[in-house]
């Protein structure tokens, strides 16, 4: 690092400040130290940390688990601080193998290119992205020769990247490691490099890869950046980090009902973490929601509605989170049907399976959902429970079918 930098006793004050609310919810910053010398530096001299997060665009769905390390760069922009947004459009065609048991699919320019727009649009819920920076990294990995892509190899062995867990696994299970996915974590820690980034944040399954940077800076002859992970955060069900692919995820492009209805299925033991990871609200904002609940003063129950009323607001706006609340409570509290049910002309059978006239409408994508749906007593019809899959619906005027709790159709002939 270079000299340290005398600063007045208000300026210390404000490295403080901002060091403790950056430290905030975070798990491992390495070394801790420096992040504080680059804070001190950065008031000294004017001028704004480089803040980077770097995104593989293989899923362009975006869900509040992922919002833990947005709104950590959201505390970094409002300390004035540079937001680097990297886009891997070229690493993105290996993908991540962070986590997979076999080598990944490759994605195309396409599906890159849609992910990725995808991905800046819905960041904007969080972070200002008129003061972001957004990079692709093909700007400086599509232009290195193969002399290039030697020297960058042979700054890291083999053995290095086996420490790695899920190679070392699969190289122990003799499951095949294609020699391109070692560069991934190459030209991650190259973009490092080339953005000359003071500080990197990730996810704790990010781990090998932010150090990677670091590494490589110190290579290159550049200053060593900051590494800063942050929580997984568990889904829905209480116990698997969140995921699409688990069903157990709150998307924050969902219907204003569905996000306030998932909200209040999260179990009542993470509803404080939700509040400090993926809210705006503040420390103490938090500690008196978590000692209000502990001294019984505040309801759970009650505070769960808030943190609904806080995603959709954060995400929808302050009036559909008002319209999300009205439609539970009286869905939900009141046991009534809502005022917006969707109405679907029926241009169909006059007569029709349980099961395919829950397809048919668009309510669950699978014939085998709607079979679970129904034994599982989550369907029915003028609200009345259905509990037979084979039984055959008369189609009505006017009947309003119900699938789970949040999804209504209301059948016109």
Known sequence: MEIEHVLTPAQQEEVERQLTILKRGTVEIVPEEDLKKKIEKSIATGKPLKVKLGLDP??????????????????????????????????????????????????????????????????????????????????WLSK??????????????????????????????????????FFYPLMQGYDSVALESDIELGGTDQKFNLLMGRQLQEEYGKEKQVMI??????????????????????????????IFGKSMSIPDELMIKY????????????????????????????????????????YHGQDEAELAEKH???VFSKGALPDDIPVHAWAGEDEIWIVDMIVNLGLLNSKGEARRMIQNGGVKINQEKIDDVQQQVPVEDGMIVQVGKRKFVKITK
């Open 144 to 181: 290195l020769n193969f002399a290039d892509v030697l020297e960058l190899a042979g700054k890291v062995t083999v053995a290095r990247m086996l420490e790695r867990d899920d190679f070392e696994k699969r190289y122990k299970a003799n499951q095949a490691i294609s020699i391109h996915e």
């Open 275 to 314: 509040f400090e990871l993926a809210t705006p609200l503040t420390v103490e904002e938090v500690r008196a929601i978590e000692q209000g609940i502990q001294s019984r003063e505040l309801h759970p129950r009650d505070m769960k509605i808030k943190l609904a009323k806080t995603f959709v607001e954060m």
């Open 58 to 139: 293989s899923a362009p769905d975006v869900h509040v688990g992922h919002t833990v390390v947005l709104h950590k760069l959201r505390q970094f922009q409002e300390f004035g601080h540079e937001i680097q947004l990297l886009i891997g459009d070229f690493t993105g065609r290996i993908g991540d193998p962070t986590g997979k048991s076999e080598t990944r699919k490759q994605l195309t320019d396409y599906e890159i290119k849609e992910n990725a727009k995808t991905y800046v649009e819905q960041f904007g819920k969080i972070i200002d992205m008129e003061k972001t920076e957004v990079h692709f990294n093909s700007k």
């Open 328 to 330: 539970f409570r009286t």
């Open 229 to 258: 992970t942050v929580p997984l955060i568990e889904g829905l069900d209480g116990v698997r980090k969140m995921s699409k692919s688990l069903n157990n995820y709150i998307g924050i492009d969902e219907h204003p009902n569905e």
